[in-house]
């Protein structure tokens, strides 16, 4: 039975490490680069939730939406301010880039005074609830997390196939060059990518937040989303999620069942192994380079 | 403008080009080997790091620089060079002799790293260093055994056959001697076809291929030199900062040594020692300056990240190829002067360059 609770917080830790997986897996498919700055800008959202509720005092659902709005147009701003003169050099200039961002990010809001430094909860109306189920006792934040991360999948899913900016972003992932001569605006819709990413981040940020606490370094999580995206395929919507389910199951048992320390390197030598044996992922295309 | 007339085959790969080079070369010499004298402690303390970093700096340069591959777990090979040093030293072999292990042991490790890096590349192999520097840092706290675990491990001081190297100036003398003779060794390197397999590595691999060279035998070198060059560092590393604990070699470790080389310039000898004197002196410099700024933002934690990030972002927007390579505008615009033009260093945006298809 506390195989089952284990296996729950497991898969919702997952589930926060799938979300940020996307925005990696998001950027890199329209701009092919990589940005560090992603588990920043989870804090960052779960920062601006904070100051929402605490600030103007705004109710729950309304500091999500405002949120979840801000963030995203952070996102754009990001992408045309500093992004966008640097496409073109090579990719790992806009890492480092990234890397800089996400100094200044975690700087900036620990010099806020009185609360940059310190520890917080976000007061959430589900928290502390339990479920019980069948002999079995399930936190409703974990519940929360699946539940949400499956309606944005399904959500992002529904935009990806149907609408027409979530066609013409996978026009442009597939070939740039192409989907700017059918007349597709693809420095606009690199920008939208980059909203939409810091849009999944915050997402993320606010249902991570009643899980563990908001606090300055909680973007390091952002390292553990890496694997997740490397072992789905680093091209691959879904294979974000997966590869983050697969990431949290795997860490949350390793903590269960084997000794100390394995639970913080479970997903490293997750990775690593991957990248010995399938280096394009579970998803990944395989790609070779015509001469 | 000078103009170099070669009149020898030697010249074109001589190290010294010119006079002027070979001047201003000895002066800095010079004034390296006198600083113990000239300088107080706390600076020759600095000037210290300063070397030990640019060690590091120049394997990572070698590795990311000219070989074309990055790192984000050099913290890792540092680790493993420090705590390697601080157990033989403290079993008290002299230096030389547990340099040397520690030279090998850290290359064996590169070589293990440099394994998937025959398989994966670009931003692939830069999760897989981070994952590999994630484990070391996780061996380093739980090999207590060894290492101490988290309480952290005293390192004895330098022993050389007997004759101790205790103090600030003398440890200076020999971290200056590791850092020429690293300097040497590096430069050398790049003159032979090793060196120029790196760097045709790092241009285009399909085309290094195709011109027979053995690009997993020569990325595995690249490899093994730069982890040899960042455990040379982390030994020196361990005597100077005479207490090791396993999060100084974690991630932030790594992320502070790409900086520096990105800082300093990538592709430039140069770059590995600017870019240290960057890391080292920087935190020095926002200590002055924080008594001028208002004490709400003077006295705040997070300025340092903040700095950090604003001229790494900086650095990667306006001048890509790092201090040196402000450096050598700046000196082509004295010897042009007044015919320097805005766009003789112009980049070249590679749109059509994509990494999906390589």
Redesign the interface.
Known sequence: MQVLQVLVSGIAQGCIYGLIALGFVLIYKATETVSFAQGELMMLGAFLALALLAVPGFHFWLTVLATIAAMALFGILLERIVIRPILGQPAFSIVMLTIGIGYVARGAITMIPGAGTDTHTLAVPYRDAVVTLGGVVFAVEHLAVIAATAALSALLYLMFRYSKVGVAMQAVSQNQLAAYYMGIPVKRLNGLVWGLAAAVAAAAGLLLAPITFVYANMGFIGLKAFPAAVVGGFGSLPGAIVGGLIIGVVESLSGFFLPEGFKDVAAYVVVLAMLMLRPNGLFGEKLAKKV | MRFIFKTRYDQDIDLVKHGGQRFWYSVLALALVIAPWALPDYWLAQLTFILIYGIVGLGLMLL?GFTGL?SLGHGAFLGVGAYTQAVLASMGWPFPLSLAVTIVLSAAVGAVVGM?AL??K???L???T???G??VE?VL??WESVTGGNAGKVVPSLDLFGWKADGAASFYLVCLACAVLSTLVVLNLLRTSTGRAFVAIRDSE?SAQSMGIHLARYKTTSFMISAALAGVGGALYAHQIRFLSPDQFG?LQS?DL??MV?IGGLGSIHGAFLGAAFLITMPQLITLGKDLLPS??GQ??????????????AF??FE?LGMYGRWLKVRTWFQLFPFYRRGLFR?Q???Q??????
């Open positions: 990311a990055f998937p398989r994966v670009g931003i692939y830069a999760i897989a981070l994952a590999f994630f484990i996780e706290a739980r399909i991630i992320i790409l900086l990105v709400a933002i705040a934690t997070g300025l340092q990240s903040v700095v950090y990030g604003l001229v790494l972002i990667v927007l890509p980049r945006k590679a749109f360059k994509s990494d999906r298809l390589r």
